[in-house]
């Protein structure tokens, strides 16, 4: 899954995740809220290839930002089951320790490249 306001950012994102073949299906969505309402729906639904187990997720976005989605995730008790990653353009120190409260798999700086996407699945797979 990805999360982030920028429709280009998830356009090239998507495209990439797709040419390394490493996903049978990328959800795209454009806000925090757009997220959680979908993880509140698909998240268990009958056929297997549509759970969610990796969310790139942006920091700065209106509405919801990226760490009140973390806070609601945990409340939809999957973050067991869902590994994030954090993508971001900040380099706020204040973000970076803000992360250390949550269970996330990872703070990238944006732009995602194959590099970092087949170092985050390499982690996953170890």
Known sequence: MLVDDDYITNYLNSELIHEMGIAKHVVVCSSGE?????????QNPPVEEKN??????????????????LEQLE?????????????????NPKDVQKTEQFNIRGYLNKPLTAEKVSSIVNTMAS
């Open 75 to 91: 409340t939809l008790q999957l973050t067991e089951a869902v590994d994030v990653v954090l993508l971001t353009t900040s380099d």
């Open 34 to 42: 757009e997220a959680l309402d979908y993880l509140r729906t698909y």
């Open 52 to 69: 969610i187990t990796l969310i790139f997720l942006d920091i700065n976005m209106p509405g919801i930002d990226g760490f009140e989605f």
